[in-house]
Each structure stands twice: as structure tokens, then as C-alpha cells.
């Protein structure tokens, strides 16, 4: 029996799947594990791509197909935890490939002696990928450079094995048992936000995360700065809701970034010419740790130090709105007669 499902869950991907699926039947050996496919309600040609996929591999890997009606990130990776019989499950995106080497570290570590029985899921980092662009340069460029991913395991590759706060859903192998006994995700949080509160259930369980290096998959993020852009911006205000459910999310460094992130917004309320300053240093910073980490390229250092700060203003900008939002409807709900408007 395989000991690993790999989970996909997929919402009108018709773009991406077909690449995936060819890289499955790549990398993997028949019948070594199951497939997992949720459909969270994909209104373009993806249902015609799983279906015409599964038909053509019924004798290789057993593979199954949950369609869903309503298009719930949360609740469509609970359908892989919840229908899963297999001792482990994979989850990763439709615009991530793997490397025959890559998943056969992945398979490696689940008989390493690091894996004891508390701890709940493993992952690694995820290597941008694409076309050479401004996107492309700049996301590599930022996944080498401490201050464009602030330590974020989503972004960088983990130099060792370390335990983690989080794990990104895009890489990440996860105890069946032990993700059901959690309760899976938070149904709460959609579109974002559903593997921060996976993360955090198995953490308030007493069981630990680890992120493991060399076992990277390729990521292919979108070419297109405005679609990154409000991505980051819905990534900032996850980071508030989940915070609200989770406090332990905003502890340590992560609540340090947003403190100061608000410290200089009021600062530069006051002397918006420091801004000038500011970036700056900003950009001398970047270019020293760019230089540190062995790019030398000026089209790459640029790509990555104008995506690094539109990325992060999108993403301050997200966590402040989410913010504001949490302020005014705790103010409505605890002082509700001084906001309730009077009936004429």
C-alpha cells in the first residue's frame, strides 16, 4: 500500500495542470503512491483536463476525484485530509514542479530518525521559476536576500533542518492521522490563510514543524505585477484574521515587522521627506546583502530590490487594512450606541 497521497487541489488551472500532471508521470513510479484531485468548483476547462488525465493513468496510480460546488480553499484541502487513507499526504500547487531527486529526498526523510512521532509535517522552500523576466529575476533575486523574505520559509530554501512556526501548502508533507485529529484547516479562511491556520492547530496539539533543505519544488508564479501585487496584499490581511484567532501569529519577529512598519508610517506622516532617506538605505541594504549572497547582476539586484519593496508595501498595506477593519468592527461591537444610527 503507497504511504503517501499526493493531494492536489486545484481551481480553474487550465493553464498550469496539464504541465503538473506531465511532471507526475514523470517523477513518479506506478502504484509507489495515490492521487488526491479536489476540484473546488473550476468554471474553465479543468474538470475536462483531470478527467481525460485519470482515465489514461487508472492503471498506474490510483487516482480519485472529488468535485466541489462551492470554491473554498479550506475546505477543499480538508476533502484530501478527511478522504485520505494513506499514512502521509503531499500537498503542493498546480503551478509547482518536482524533480525526481527532489521527491525522492521527500520520500528519503519520512524514514529519517529527525521524524519522530510529534512531528506533524515537513516541508522546504520553493525555488521561483519561469521565463526570463522582471517577475522571474526579481523573485529569485528576493528569495536569496534576507531582507526581501524576512526569513519566511515561503519564500527562502532552509540552509539545515530547523523547526518552523509555518509551512507553505505549495511544499508540504503532512501525517494523515495527526492533520484529522487537528480538525484540518480553518474553514474561516478564504481565499488566504488556510495553511497559517493548519499550522497553527498542529502547534496549539503540541506537535512540531519542520522545514527541511534540499527538497524544494519549482514554483512558476504569475508573470503579472498586478495580479502579484493584490496576492500580496490579500497575503498581509491574512496575516491580521488569522492573528485574531491564532494571537501566537503576530509574537516574535512577525509582530516585530508590523510594529515598525506602523512606527514609520506615522513617521513618515510627520516628515515625509525622511521617506527620501529611507529608501535609500533601503536600497543600499539590498544591494550589500544581494552582493553577500553572490548576485552581481544589476538587472537581477534592480528586478529584485523594486519587486522587494512593491511586495512589501502590498503586503503593509493588506495587514493595515485588515487591521483597520478588526479596529472599527470591535469598536461598533463594544460600543454599539455610540455608531448605531438613529432611526428617523
Not at 498546480?94 to 515537513?122: G, M, N, V, Y
Not at 529575476?137 to 528576493?142: H, W
Not at 519577529?253 to 514609520?264: D, E, S, T
Request: aromatic fraction near 8%; charged fraction near 20%.
Amino acid at each position: 500500500m503507497p504511504a503517501v497521497t499526493i493531494g492536489l487541489v486545484i481551481h480553474n488551472e487550465s493553464l498550469n495542470l496539464p504541465g503538473l500532471l506531465q511532471n507526475l508521470e514523470d517523477i513518479l513510479i506506478p502504484d509507489s503512491v495515490d492521487i488526491l484531485i479536489v476540484d473546488n468548483a473550476s468554471t474553465d476547462s479543468t474538470p475536462e483536463i483531470v478527467k481525460k488525465w485519470q482515465d489514461a493513468q487508472t492503471r498506474k496510480w490510483k487516482t480519485s476525484i472529488i468535485s466541489r460546488r462551492v470554491n473554498n480553499l479550506a475546505e477543499a484541502r480538508n476533502d484530501v485530509i478527511q478522504n485520505a487513507d494513506t499514512e502521509w499526504i503531499f500537498f503542493t500547487d498546480a503551478d509547482c514542479r518536482l524533480s525526481s531527486e527532489s521527491w525522492q529526498k521527500h520520500l528519503d526523510f519520512i524514514d529519517s530518525p529527525l521524524l519522530t512521532p510529534r512531528i506533524a509535517a515537513f516541508g522546504g522552500g520553493n525555488r521561483p521559476c519561469g521565463p526570463k523576466s522582471f517577475m522571474t529575476r526579481g523573485l529569485q533575486t528576493m528569495s536569496l536576500n534576507g531582507l526581501a523574505h524576512m526569513g519566511s520559509i515561503q519564500l527562502r530554501s532552509p540552509r539545515s533542518t530547523e523547526k518552523v512556526s509555518l509551512l507553505s501548502t505549495c511544499n508540504l508533507m503532512l501525517r494523515t492521522r495527526i492533520a484529522q485529529e487537528c480538525g484540518g484547516c480553518d474553514t474561516r479562511f478564504h481565499p488566504v490563510g488556510e495553511d497559517l491556520s493548519l499550522c497553527h492547530r498542529l502547534l496549539d496539539k503540541g506537535y512540531s514543524l519542520l522545514a527541511v533543505p534540499h527538497i524544494t519544488v519549482d514554483h512558476y508564479q504569475t508573470q503579472n505585477l498586478k495580479i502579484w501585487s493584490k496576492k500580496m496584499f490579500r497575503y498581509g490581511g491574512a496575516q491580521i484574521k488569522v492573528a485574531q484567532t491564532y494571537p501566537r501569529h503576530l509574537r516574535g519577529p512577525r509582530g516585530l515587522q508590523l510594529l515598525g512598519g506602523l512606527l514609520l508610517s506615522g513617521y513618515f506622516l510627520i516628515h515625509p521627506l525622511q521617506i527620501i532617506l529611507f529608501l535609500g538605505a533601503y536600497a543600499a541594504l539590498f544591494i550589500l546583502l544581494s552582493v553577500q549572497s553572490g548576485i552581481t547582476n544589476g538587472k537581477n539586484i534592480f528586478s529584485g530590490m523594486s519587486l522587494s519593496f512593491i511586495s512589501h508595501a502590498c503586503y503593509f498595506a493588506g495587514e493595515v487594512d485588515s487591521l483597520g477593519r478588526w479596529l472599527c468592527s470591535t469598536l461598533v461591537r463594544f460600543f454599539p450606541s455610540k455608531f448605531q444610527l438613529e432611526k428617523e
